[in-house]
């Protein structure tokens, strides 16, 4: 598989320096070859910068530890580090990308899909990782390389589910990062305390969030953005790429790439044909779909956005259970995790 299983356990510190570590290895080639680093690097210094670190630091001190160790981990200048996972907060777009579906099953069963579309020189470098924390519950999730988990796909010991979609929104407010907000919504135990930590902290950049819960009938679609916060509840079936859709949200200045519009109108189109007896056999061939030019599956070397899909996510949420499938491009999963059992 394109991805290595790795578990770490220790407190906000300890966890950041091992994912450090674990980064180090090829974190200077990868920023070497990254336009966004590029494009990143005259923001080095900038008072703007500075405000999104204090705002940072005073509204989630915890995972502010957890960079400083991940600073330590690479051996990089902790204000790089920073710098870098500002990136969707400074520029207005960046190689995130991603595609999200929802559904709710007649039997009560909750499924969310993602692809994880990013930087194509990651495909094969990243990392599954299971963190055991002293004093959160715990999470598993998709793991670039130097980016703090959370911005990806993931889900907690406390059965919280969490997928992101990058937004290329125009604006700029000083706020907290949009990877911190990510970050720290592992670390909540109820679709409640994410819902409010998503409303309550200001926010510098723009994310969509799909959020479900082992203990709780809904599945959300959270709009984040400088501007505004709007929350949905989810239907029976739901598809997101990278652009706001929102009706409150997506009159914002955004950037809509051609291949966003395009997955964008595939999904819903996908998911509007979708029957009361479809089940996770659907989302995987939804996030599988190659048709057109700019497909929902991304593997293409020149593909516009510079993102290729890393891998596929495929949650089944019941009442008191997670189970967590991660596909490479293929129907058969790499791995199968109940996320809500502690490893052995």
């Known amino acids: 598989m394109p991805y290595k299983y790795v578990r770490i356990a220790g407190n906000r510190r300890q966890v950041g320096l091992a994912l450090g570590k674990l980064a180090r290895p090829i974190m200077a080639a990868y920023l070497a070859q990254s336009g966004t680093w590029e494009a990143l690097r005259p923001w080095r210094g900038h008072p703007y ?95 670039y390389p130097g980016s703090l988990p959370g911005h990806t796909f993931g889900a907690n010991r406390a059965g919280l589910v969490q997928t ?86 997506r009159g914002q200045a955004q950037i809509v790439t051609a291949s966003s519009r395009a997955r964008q109108n595939r999904i819903e189109g996908i998911v509007d044909g979708w029957s009361a007896d479809s089940d996770s056999a659907d989302i995987l061939a939804a996030l599988f779909d190659t048709e057109g030019e700019l497909p929902i599956l991304r593997t293409a070397r020149d593909d516009p956005d510079a993102e290729n899909t890393l891998a596929t996510a495929i949650f089944e949420i019941r009442d008191g259970e997670v189970v967590l499938r991660v596909h490479d491009r293929k129907p058969r999963a790499d791995i199968a995790l109940d996320v809500m059992s502690d490893p052995d």
């Open 49 to 143: 910068v500075d405000e999104l670190a204090q705002q940072a630091q005073a509204a989630l001190p915890q995972i502010w530890e957890e960079l400083e160790g991940m600073a330590e981990g690479l051996r990089m200048p902790a204000k790089d580090v920073l710098l870098w996972h500002c990136r969707g907060d400074l520029l207005h777009s960046t190689t995130d990308g991603c595609t999200s579906v929802a559904l709710k099953a007649a039997d009560g069963s909750r499924w969310i899909g993602h692809n994880e579309d990013g930087d194509p020189y990651l495909y094969g470098r990243c990392h599954l990782v299971d963190v055991a924390l002293d004093d959160a519950p715990g999470y598993l999730s998709f793991y």
């Open 164 to 249: 992101i979609n990058n937004l290329r929104t125009r604006q700029r407010h000083p706020g907290v990062p949009r990877m911190f907000l990510a970050r720290a919504v592992l670390d909540c135990t109820t679709l409640e305390d994410a819902v409010a930590l998503l409303r309550d902290l200001p926010h510098s950049g723009g994310f969509h969030h799909i959020l479900g819960a082992a203990a709780d009938p809904r599945i959300l679609s959270a709009e984040v953005t400088p501007g505004a916060v709007s929350i949905h509840e989810i239907g029976r079936r739901y598809g997101h790429a990278n652009h706001m859709v929102h009706v409150e949200t």
